[in-house]
C-alpha cells in the first residue's frame, strides 16, 4: 500500500509544475543564475536511483543523480536507495515542508545548489 501511495504521489507530482525555487545567496556564473527551479525528478525504484534536473533563468540546465551505489563525484550524498526510503516515510501533511522543498533542500546539503533561500508556494 505504501508503495502504491509513493508511486500515486510521484506520478501527482510529475505533473504540477513546480512553484518553489532557490534564490541563490551567490549566483552560479558563465552565464549568471540566480534562480533555480525544479524541472524533473526521475525515479527507479527497481535500482534504487533518482534522478534530479532543474533549470535557471537563462534556460541552462542542472542535474543529480542519486544511485545506489553513490557516485564518485558525490562520495558524501546518500544513496537512492536511503532517499527513497526517507522519502515514502516522510510527512507532507501540516506545516511540515512540501516534497519540491525537502528536493531542494537535499540538493543544497549534497552540494549540487549553492546556497540559498527557497521561496514559493507549494501547488
Given at each position: 500500500m505504501k508503495k502504491l501511495l509513493l508511486v500515486?504521489?510521484?506520478v501527482v507530482s510529475g505533473v504540477v509544475r513546480a512553484q518553489e525555487v532557490?534564490?541563490?545567496t551567490s549566483p552560479i556564473t558563465k552565464p549568471t543564475v540566480s534562480t533555480?527551479?525544479?524541472?524533473?525528478?526521475?525515479?527507479?525504484?527497481r535500482?534504487?536511483?533518482i534522478y534530479v534536473e532543474w533549470i535557471g533563468e537563462t534556460g541552462e540546465t542542472f542535474s543529480a543523480n542519486y544511485s545506489t551505489p553513490k557516485p564518485v563525484d558525490h562520495p558524501s550524498q546518500p544513496t537512492g536507495a536511503a532517499l527513497?526510503?526517507?522519502?515514502n516515510k516522510m510527512?507532507?501533511?501540516g506545516a511540515n515542508p512540501s516534497f519540491i522543498k525537502r528536493v531542494l533542500q537535499e540538493?543544497?546539503?549534497?552540494g549540487y545548489i549553492?546556497?540559498?533561500t527557497i521561496t514559493g508556494t507549494p501547488q
Amino acid at each position: 500500500m505504501k508503495k502504491l501511495l509513493l508511486v500515486l504521489v510521484l506520478v501527482v507530482s510529475g505533473v504540477v509544475r513546480a512553484q518553489e525555487v532557490v534564490n541563490l545567496t551567490s549566483p552560479i556564473t558563465k552565464p549568471t543564475v540566480s534562480t533555480l527551479t525544479p524541472s524533473k525528478l526521475n525515479f527507479d525504484l527497481r535500482a534504487n536511483q533518482i534522478y534530479v534536473e532543474w533549470i535557471g533563468e537563462t534556460g541552462e540546465t542542472f542535474s543529480a543523480n542519486y544511485s545506489t551505489p553513490k557516485p564518485v563525484d558525490h562520495p558524501s550524498q546518500p544513496t537512492g536507495a536511503a532517499l527513497l526510503t526517507t522519502l515514502n516515510k516522510m510527512n507532507f501533511a501540516g506545516a511540515n515542508p512540501s516534497f519540491i522543498k525537502r528536493v531542494l533542500q537535499e540538493l543544497q546539503t549534497d552540494g549540487y545548489i549553492a546556497a540559498g533561500t527557497i521561496t514559493g508556494t507549494p501547488q
